[in-house]
């Protein structure tokens, strides 16, 4: 975490992510994979499913099994950054919540994975893969509001140099804050509570 003065003498508070390659958050390099794989998961359950096709089992299979493994890669990013936040914010909070739903998706998956590469049927192993789609849908939508309403992992954009603001001086108010155009409907700040 860092504490800067913005160009109009407003505090911010940086949140960058501590697991980074050149400067880029690794965590949100990694999600798509076990994303993609626990999709993957359910999709050929359910064409399983359909045409009981034992092809489609065993894609399953793999793609629980390698959603698995890469959730717990991402998972290691992902906890460093989420013990950098700044404790009693708002930010950490929402941090904790999206950690909780994934590691719940993860052992959803790897108790269906478990389930599938034993040979069991699939009626037990596509509900814990339903389930598990379902945390991590929440997940990303926790994830997103680290990014978006937080900003967790983002440079800020040295105004001058690298963008031109948004606002006019004569659009800031009382504490010092620029105001957001009206189309931009998040937060600015991550309040810390002491």
């Known amino acids: 975490m860092k504490i800067a003065r913005g160009t109009l003498g407003a505090l911010a508070i940086v949140m960058r992510s501590r697991a980074h390659i050149a400067g880029h958050p690794i965590h949100p390099m990694l999600i798509a994979f076990p994303v993609a794989l626990y999709v993957a998961t359910v999709v050929t359950l359910l064409a399983f499913v359909g045409t009981g096709d034992a092809f489609w089992y065993r894609v399953a ?3 629980n099994i390698g959603g698995v493994v ?3 890669v991402a998972a290691v990013p992902g906890l460093i950054d989420l013990l950098g936040l700044p404790r009693h914010s708002r930010a950490r909070v929402t941090g904790v919540k999206h950690a909780a739903f994934n590691v719940l998706a993860l052992s959803l998956f790897a ?3 478990v389930l599938l590469y034993r040979g069991a049927d699939v009626t037990a192993p596509l509900a814990l893969s339903i ?7 929440a997940a990303g939508w926790l994830g997103w509001t680290l990014v ?3 900003h967790v992992g983002i440079k800020p954009a040295q105004f001058g140099r690298d963008v031109e603001p ?3 001086v004569d659009d800031v108010d ?3 804050q620029p105001r957001m155009p009206a189309s931009y409907v998040e937060t600015y700040r991550t309040t810390i509570h002491h």
């Open 70 to 72: 890469m959730a717990a």
């Open 131 to 137: 389930l598990g789609a379902l945390s991590t849908l």
């Open 166 to 168: 948004d606002y006019h």
């Open 174 to 176: 009382r504490d010092s």
């Open 148 to 150: 978006q309403t937080h």
């Open 111 to 113: 108790v269906s994975a």
């Open 61 to 63: 299979t793999w793609s």
